[in-house]
């Protein structure tokens, strides 16, 4: 990944963590998938609230290959 791109998308990460903790509000947790150096997705926990919460993370090999054109991911 180009340093570049990787330096905006932690910008943005940074500003909405900085922006988040401004307002007193627990910044959701962000995940940023890479193959090879690649962005293949990017992924943001729902908002979370008091109580009992179920976390649950999936995702397709399959789907995920394809997209990044890696055929020894597809089996």
């Known amino acids: 990944m180009e340093a570049r791109m990787w330096n905006g998308l932690v910008g943005v990460a940074k ?21 090879r150096g690649e962005l ?5 926990v729902s908002p979370l609230h ?3 919460d179920e976390v649950v993370l999936a995702w397709e090999t399959h ?12 089996g």
């Open 40 to 44: 293949v997705g990017m992924i943001w």
């Open 63 to 74: 789907d995920d290959a394809h997209a990044a054109e890696d055929r020894s991911l597809l």
């Open 50 to 52: 008091v109580g009992q």
């Open 15 to 35: 500003e909405t963590y900085t922006a988040s903790l401004g307002e007193e509000v627990v910044p959701r947790p962000l995940m940023m998938p890479l193959v």
